[in-house]
T-cell receptor, first 114, second 114 residues
Framework: AQSVTQLGSHVSVSEGALVLLRCNYS??????LFWYVQYPNQGLQLLLK??????LVKGINGFEAEFKKSETSFHLTKPSAHMSDAAEYFC????????????FGGGTRVLVKP | NAGVTQTPKFRVLKTGQSMTLLCAQD?????MYWYRQDPGMGLRLIHY???????AKGEVPDGYNVSRLKKQNFLLGLESAAPSQTSVYFC?????????????FGQGTRLTVV
């Protein structure tokens, strides 16, 4: 069975500082990995995805994530936080053989301080 | 292109009442999913469908039923609502293909059971 753990339910960063959101997964087969962002009272929007191509994945809004098989991690980073990055972020794993079901982590809410 | 549309957006039910949530997608996706989102728990899969006329149970299916009579629609039913079903419900559809497992989400339905 696949599972996702996000370390830290809340993260506070200063505007201009590095954003680092941690995600570890477990999967019985090579996984597909995703980061989604959710703004208040909205649905989820895809930030980026890893589908067994390049291990360093670049997404929208300046975010990127690196797939590390040895560490079973897929941490999300952004070099310089912007006020508009305040949102909740979800890491998710999917297995093709499991009906493409997405399994989500618990989410990390990011607060950006001016 | 509307994407994934959920109706209604808000609903208040009394314990024991029934209701149906509708999810409609116009992208010709085969796979559709219903999730519920609760604070600190991320999104949990209720039921899903891999094609017209097929449905399967997810992680938290109890108290819910689903139907996929048409490819573009996926209905979630609550036969006898309970306060524990107070949540935000999200529908998603998945675009499948080589290196492509992106899920598209609706805007959510906020359900309160009193």
């Amino acid at each position: 069975a696949q599972s996702v753990t996000q370390l830290g339910s809340h993260v506070s960063v200063s505007e201009g500082a590095l954003v680092l959101l941690r995600c570890n997964y477990s999967s019985s087969v090579p996984p597909y990995l995703f980061w989604y962002v959710q703004y208040p009272n909205q649905g989820l929007q895809l930030l980026l995805k890893y589908t067994s191509a390049a291990t360093l994945v670049k997404g929208i809004n300046g975010f990127e994530a690196e797939f590390k098989k040895s560490e079973t991690s897929f941490h999300l980073t952004k070099p310089s936080a912007h006020m508009s990055d305040a949102a909740e972020y979800f890491c998710a794993v999917s297995e093709y053989a499991a009906g493409n079901k997405l399994t989500f982590g618990g989410g990390t809410r990011v607060l950006v301080k001016p | 292109n509307a994407g994934v549309t959920q109706t209604p957006k808000f609903r208040v039910l009394k314990t024991g009442q029934s209701m149906t949530l509708l999810c409609a997608q116009d992208m010709n996706h085969e796979y559709m999913y219903w999730y519920r989102q609760d604070p600190g728990m991320g999104l949990r899969l209720i039921h899903y469908s891999v094609g017209e006329g097929t449905t399967a149970k997810g992680e938290v299916p109890d108290g819910y039923n689903v139907s996929r009579l048409k490819k573009q629609n996926f209905l979630l039913g609550l036969e006898s609502a309970a306060p524990s079903q107070t949540s935000v419900y999200f529908c998603a559809s998945v675009k499948t293909g080589t290196l492509n497992l992106e899920a598209f989400f609706g805007q959510g339905t906020r359900l309160t059971v009193v």
